[in-house]
T-cell receptor
Framework: GQQVMQIPQYQHVQEGEDFTTYCNSS?????IQWYKQRPGGHPVFLIQ?????EVKKQKRLTFQFGEAKKNSSLHITATQTTDVGTYFCAGSNNDMRFGAGTRLTVKP | EADIYQTPRYLVIGTGKKITLECSQT?????MYWYQQDPGMELHLIHY???????EKGDLSSESTVSRIRTEHFPLTLESARPSHTSQYLC?????????????FGDGTRLSIL
């Protein structure tokens, strides 16, 4: 069945450094979504990508969907302590599958 | 903020007890989900529903059951709690019956079985 792999599992950065998490699917996806879960909180929907090669930006966050619609990335420029949390991708065909998440910690 | 509510927020209870975790949403969403998650770790889908009278098992084998008698209500029941059930349980809902719509999560129930 459809699987969504996400790497890295953990990432620790110094404040101001960039951060990227990657998501790969074994099958072509109809769309991919990204969520953020703050420590002690619940996952919150950030964005959805639908088109092949699509790039979307939210302030310091850049989301990309691969040309083959099998992979995606989330890049954060100049991390801040408020970026701390776990970032999940979720790939969808008929059903949505969440990746295992990347836990980001930021040292001030 | 999404209108999806879970109760209780925290529950500490002894082994063997029957537990029901409540989840309600006021958005009229058709599809609802239950996930089990250790803090900050992977989300494991345990049950989902396409709508009233629909219940499906997820990827994670679970000793729990669910029901969907009303659109807005999707309770999760553990007939006999065990320490291995200690975890966080997250309820979510999404619009329509397709699996590709954004999911809105509740605040979760943190369950500890002694």
């Amino acid at each position: 069945g459809q699987q969504v792999m996400q790497i890295p599992q953990y990432q620790h950065v110094q404040e101001g450094e960039d951060f990227t998490t990657y998501c790969n699917s074994s099958t072509t996806l109809s769309n991919i979504q990204w969520y953020k879960q703050r420590p002690g909180g619940h996952p919150v929907f950030l964005i959805q990508l639908v088109k092949s090669g699509e790039v979307k930006k939210q302030k310091r966050l850049t989301f990309q969907f691969g040309e083959a619609k099998k992979n995606s990335s989330l890049h954060i420029t100049a991390t801040q302590t408020t970026d701390v949390g776990t970032y999940f991708c979720a790939g969808s065909n008929n059903d949505m599958r969440f990746g295992a998440g990347t836990r980001l910690t930021v040292k001030p | 903020e999404a209108d999806i509510y879970q109760t209780p927020r925290y529950l500490v209870i002894g082994t063997g007890k029957k537990i029901t975790l409540e989840c309600s949403q006021t958005m009229g969403h058709d599809k609802m989900y239950w996930y089990q998650q250790d803090p900050g770790m992977e989300l494991h889908l345990i049950h989902y529903s396409y709508g009233v009278n629909s219940t499906e098992k997820g990827d994670l084998s679970s000793e729990s059951t669910v029901s969907r008698i009303r659109t807005e209500h999707f309770p999760l029941t553990l007939e006999s709690a065990r320490p291995s059930h200690t975890s966080q349980y997250l309820c979510a809902s999404s619009q329509g019956v397709a699996g590709n719509q954004p999911q809105h999560f509740g605040d979760g129930t943190r369950l500890s079985i002694l």
